[in-house]
Every structure is written in structure tokens, then in C-alpha cells.
């Protein structure tokens, strides 16, 4: 069984060491086409992918947007290979990719991968620093303007790993992206929660661009069904340096507290964190 990333190729199944794309692949030239992943584990328990049908929803969501046409049966078939292949024990990342096709024509592209989770990864559970990275537009630059592509969760991620290679530069281990009109709206590859007293909030996706967490969503809603207030709400910056608590949200880190935003120390409770850990892995 495979011990190193696993790769399978929609309509062809698990490969080993052929070629997976072309090199007109629209997703490699342009960056069109989408994806999604999510955290599979694998125990005694036996294997476990976290929330797969929210994130098969939202995989077509973003591939309409796109208007690229998803076979909903092959890519179902195509995961349940990969899942049922993958023995490997521990934490890992299960991610599947759509481009558009060739330049020349022909139909999509699809691909899937499993890598084992990295340590920076798990190490972020234990806390990280951010930075505020201004990412150029107001908070409503979306509103009506579906060509920007707000919330689509496409393979155009190049500004995102250019703002984690700032944050790098400056020290940190992250970033989070500001409006020009100083509002919170998400980090590169993660949600943003914060904590005021027995609140919990985060940003509204629409009209500002922010990606809808799958995981953020889920922790959400287990706090409020534990009976914890929850604000969807525009929140000035300045707002989180007085929190009672931020928090990344993602697929891979789970959790991931904030210690300090652009040098600056904030609050930390392991409480509440631990309670944001168990709501974003309830089921």
C-alpha cells in the first residue's frame, strides 16, 4: 500500500509513475479550473474523511461558476478508489482538482491526490503569529461582479502563497487578509474566527470574496447547538487585537490559535480552544 502521496486521474483511476496532464492543460496555463480537499484519517478505527458530501457540494458549486461540467458519478467512483486505497496511518490531505481540459479541447481534467499531513501543518495547532496583509479591494467588491469569482474555490492560488511567503518575510506564520476599508475577511487558505466573551463570529462570504469553510461551518454550528451565540458579521481589524480569542479554521490545521497579529500578543484561552477544536470535528 502506498506510503508516499497517492495520484489517480479521472477516467483512468490510481497511477503510478505515468503522466497525469498535458502540457496545454488549461489548468496549468491559465490556472482554470477548481478544487477541493479535505482531512482523511486513518486508525484503528478504521478511515475517516472529514464532511466529504459538504465539500463534494461545494466542489460543484465552484465548477458551475466556472462552467465546467462535473460528472458526478465518475469523480464519486474515482474517490472511493483513492479512499478505500489509501492504508497509510495518521493524518493526511485527500485534494481533487478540475481544470478545463486542453487548449486543443476535449473535455475536463481530473485529478486526486493524497499527501500525508505536514509538521508545519500540525505544528500550527499549537498556536501561530500573523500578520495583516491588505489584499487591495473594499469589503463589497463582490457584490454583483460574479466574474471575480468570489467564494469559488478555483486553482488560481497564486496570491495566496504570495501572502504566505510575505508573511515569512515579516516573521510570521500567516497571514490575514484586511479590505481597504479596514475589514477582517480571511486568511490564504484558512477562515477566521474570533471570540468576544461567550460569542463567536466570523465574516459574512457574501459580497466579500470569502471562501464558504466547509470546516469553519461545521464548528459554527456545533457551537451554537451547544448553546453559543454566533455573529456572521463585518468586523473592523482593529476589532482583533481586543478578542478573547482568533482562530484559523481549515481543513488540514483543524484549529490553529492566534498568539499575535503583526507582533502584537492577543488573548489565548486553551478552554475555548479546546471547545473550537471539538466543535470543528464534530460530525
Same mark, same amino acid.
Given at each position: 500500500?502506498?506510503?508516499?502521496?497517492?495520484?489517480?486521474?479521472? +477516467?483512468?483511476?490510481? =497511477?503510478?509513475?505515468?503522466?497525469?496532464?498535458?502540457?496545454?492543460?488549461?489548468?496549468?496555463?491559465?490556472?482554470?479550473? =477548481?478544487?477541493?480537499?479535505?482531512?482523511?484519517?486513518?486508525?484503528?478505527?478504521?478511515?475517516?474523511?472529514?464532511?466529504? *458530501?459538504?465539500?463534494?457540494?461545494?466542489?460543484?458549486?465552484?465548477?458551475?461558476?466556472?462552467?465546467?461540467?462535473?460528472?458526478?458519478?465518475?469523480?464519486?467512483?474515482?474517490?472511493? /478508489?483513492?479512499?478505500?486505497?489509501?492504508?497509510?496511518?495518521? /493524518?493526511?490531505?485527500?485534494?481533487?482538482?478540475?481544470?478545463?481540459?486542453?487548449?486543443?479541447?476535449?473535455?475536463? @481534467?481530473?485529478?486526486?491526490?493524497? $499527501?500525508?499531513?505536514? %509538521?508545519?501543518?500540525?505544528?500550527?495547532?499549537?498556536?501561530?503569529?500573523?500578520?495583516?496583509?491588505?489584499?487591495?479591494?473594499?469589503?463589497?467588491?463582490?457584490? %454583483?461582479?460574479?466574474?471575480?469569482? +468570489?467564494?469559488?474555490?478555483?486553482?488560481?492560488?497564486?496570491?495566496?502563497?504570495?501572502?504566505?511567503? *510575505?508573511?515569512?518575510?515579516?516573521?510570521?506564520?500567516?497571514?490575514?487578509?484586511?479590505?481597504?476599508?479596514?475589514?477582517?475577511? *480571511?486568511?490564504?487558505?484558512?477562515?477566521?474566527?474570533?471570540?468576544?466573551?461567550?460569542?463567536? +463570529?466570523?465574516?459574512?462570504?457574501?459580497? $466579500? +470574496?470569502?471562501?464558504?469553510?466547509?470546516? =469553519?461551518?461545521?464548528?459554527?454550528?456545533?457551537?451554537?447547538?451547544?448553546?453559543?451565540?454566533?455573529?456572521? /458579521?463585518?468586523?473592523?481589524?482593529?476589532?482583533?487585537?481586543?478578542?478573547?480569542?482568533?482562530?484559523?479554521?481549515?481543513?488540514?490545521?483543524?484549529?490553529?490559535?492566534?498568539?499575535?497579529?503583526?507582533?502584537?500578543?492577543?488573548?489565548?484561552?486553551?478552554?475555548?480552544?479546546?471547545?473550537?477544536?471539538?466543535?470543528? $470535528? @464534530?460530525?
Amino acid at each position: 500500500m502506498p506510503d508516499a502521496p497517492l495520484v489517480a486521474v479521472l +477516467g483512468h483511476g490510481i =497511477c503510478s509513475d505515468e503522466p497525469v496532464l498535458h502540457a496545454d492543460d488549461l489548468g496549468l496555463t491559465r490556472g482554470d479550473g =477548481c478544487f477541493e480537499a479535505t482531512r482523511i484519517q486513518v486508525d484503528g478505527a478504521g478511515t475517516r474523511v472529514d464532511h466529504l *458530501e459538504a465539500h463534494l457540494a461545494r466542489f460543484g458549486r465552484s465548477a458551475a461558476s466556472l462552467e465546467i461540467d462535473v460528472d458526478d458519478a465518475a469523480w464519486r467512483a474515482l474517490l472511493d /478508489e483513492v479512499i478505500a486505497a489509501w492504508q497509510q496511518p495518521g /493524518e493526511a490531505i485527500l485534494r481533487w482538482m478540475l481544470t478545463r481540459g486542453r487548449e486543443r479541447g476535449g473535455g475536463p @481534467s481530473g485529478v486526486v491526490t493524497v $499527501t500525508p499531513l505536514d %509538521e508545519r501543518t500540525l505544528r500550527a495547532r499549537d498556536g501561530i503569529g500573523v500578520v495583516l496583509l491588505d489584499r487591495g479591494h473594499p469589503a463589497d467588491a463582490f457584490v %454583483e461582479r460574479p466574474w471575480l469569482l +468570489g467564494g469559488v474555490k478555483t486553482l488560481s492560488y497564486a496570491v495566496n502563497v504570495a501572502a504566505g511567503r *510575505e508573511a515569512a518575510r515579516r516573521g510570521a506564520d500567516d497571514a490575514i487578509f484586511v479590505s481597504t476599508d479596514g475589514v477582517v475577511l *480571511e486568511a490564504p487558505r484558512a477562515a477566521v474566527v474570533w471570540r468576544f466573551g461567550e460569542r463567536l +463570529g466570523t465574516t459574512p462570504t457574501e459580497g $466579500t +470574496g470569502v471562501l464558504a469553510s466547509i470546516t =469553519c461551518d461545521v464548528a459554527l454550528a456545533a457551537a451554537r447547538s451547544d448553546g453559543v451565540e454566533i455573529d456572521i /458579521e463585518l468586523r473592523p481589524v482593529d476589532d482583533l487585537l481586543r478578542a478573547d480569542g482568533v482562530w484559523l479554521v481549515s481543513s488540514g490545521r483543524l484549529v490553529a490559535p492566534v498568539t499575535t497579529i503583526d507582533g502584537r500578543s492577543i488573548a489565548i484561552d486553551d478552554v475555548w480552544t479546546d471547545r473550537m477544536r471539538s466543535f470543528a $470535528t @464534530s460530525r
